[in-house]
């Protein structure tokens, strides 16, 4: 995620606010620290005009 957020010149706040998420959250499940749920996986998919399985192999 950290990628397709750089490849826009998002913040994690930015990110975040889009979403609707806290900045610290983005940045725990960019660091893997935490892993968002399935629906926001399919939200950030969505966002980022990306396939499901795209974000999953992103995080690999």
Known sequence: ???????????????????GFCNQTISFWES??????LDTLVQIAHYFETTFEELLEENN
């Open 32 to 37: 893997g620290s935490r892993e968002p749920d």
């Open 1 to 19: 995620m950290r990628e397709l957020r750089l490849e826009k010149g998002l913040s994690q706040q930015k990110l975040g606010e889009d979403l």
